[in-house]
């Protein structure tokens, strides 16, 4: 309740209309296919995405499915997180649907190609507008006949790493959440970059950029998540998000995930690093949701 005086209040069941999904380009990528496709988040908005199924299931039969949510890339958007980006560590996609995941990229409002009129479509925020698009892309993932839809999780850096708490908050769907370089403690973190139009406005509009006056902080929303698994990496080096906040954000949650016997579900990482999502903490979050989603070979 706190997160939505600022980010907006969730939209209710009315919004939800047909998905109508439009598949616009395949590629075969070896050993799975990559589709450019888009579907309609609500009447009038419709997002792009790329979907990734893994061979091994086009024929038949179930895999857990991954929602990747991309970083803050003005011009390529959601295209870095499937390898078409050309910037390295980024492409956690591809690697996923190589190891059998179905992943599901939505492009970030206000990013790239992607410019819906959030006024006109009733968002108050980028953020909501974010939230929304995912748990639709989330309802497209339930309806793909190689998606088992009791795993599914969720993966994200920087931008991507925010939407993925956001997004789980609000989805008890995703059983499993990745966060990297996404969030620090509000009390230890640069405020005023928060309210920008792709993100909260109101953060400076009614809470006068403040940390002691908002509604919320990233420990509450990650206990709110509990006692679903969540895997944060923080790099050590991090000049976006301070990683002694990241570690102020664990502590404090972890006694709600003990209170759920899932003490051991709630993970730090900490990278020798700077904002990046290197390939050794790409490895252990993929392992991370391999456990946590009881990936079947």
């Known amino acids: 309740e706190g997160f939505q005086r600022i980010a907006g209040t969730l939209p209710g069941e009315a919004m939800r209309c047909p998905l109508e999904m439009r598949v616009e380009e395949e590629v075969d990528c070896g050993s799975y296919v990559r589709r450019l496709i888009s579907y309609l988040s609500q009447p009038g908005g419709r997002v792009p995405a790329y979907l990734c ?21 003005n011009k390529i958007g959601h295209k870095v997180v499937v390898g078409l980006g050309g910037r390295p560590h980024r492409q956690y996609a591809s690697e996923l649907a190589e190891r059998g995941f179905v992943t599901l990229s939505p492009s970030y409002p206000l990013l790239a190609d992607y410019q819906p009129d959030l006024k006109g479509l009733g968002m108050t925020s980028g953020t909501l ?28 850096h920087s931008l991507g790493g925010h939407n993925a708490i956001f997004t789980a908050v609000f989805d008890q769907r995703l059983k499993a959440v990745v ?16 309210t920008g139009r792709t993100y909260m406005p109101l953060i400076a509009s009614e809470f006068k950029n403040d940390p002691k ?3 919320f902080d990233f420990h509450e929303l990650v206990a709110a998540i509990a006692p679903r698994a969540f895997f944060a990496s923080a790099a050590t080096k991090d000049s976006d998000f301070d990683v002694s906040g990241v570690q102020d ?7 709600i995930y003990a209170l759920h016997g899932k003490a051991d579900d709630l993970v730090g990482h ?28």
């Open 179 to 194: 966060s990297s370089c996404g969030f620090s403690s509000m009390q230890k973190d640069d405020v005023p970059s928060w």
């Open 249 to 255: 954000v664990i502590n404090a949650a972890r006694p």
């Open 129 to 156: 507008k974010a939230i929304w698009d995912n748990i639709r892309a989330v309802d497209l993932l339930e309806t793909l006949p190689e998606v088992d839809a009791s795993r599914i999780g969720c993966i994200g």
């Open 53 to 73: 199924v893994p061979k091994v299931v086009l024929g038949g039969g179930k895999a857990p499915a991954v929602l990747c949510l991309h970083p803050t890339e």
């Open 213 to 215: 006056l908002l509604p």
């Open 270 to 297: 900490y990278p020798e690093a700077g904002h990046s999502f290197p390939e050794d903490s790409r490895r252990r979050a993929y392992e991370f949701l391999e456990r946590a989603l009881e990936k079947r070979q």
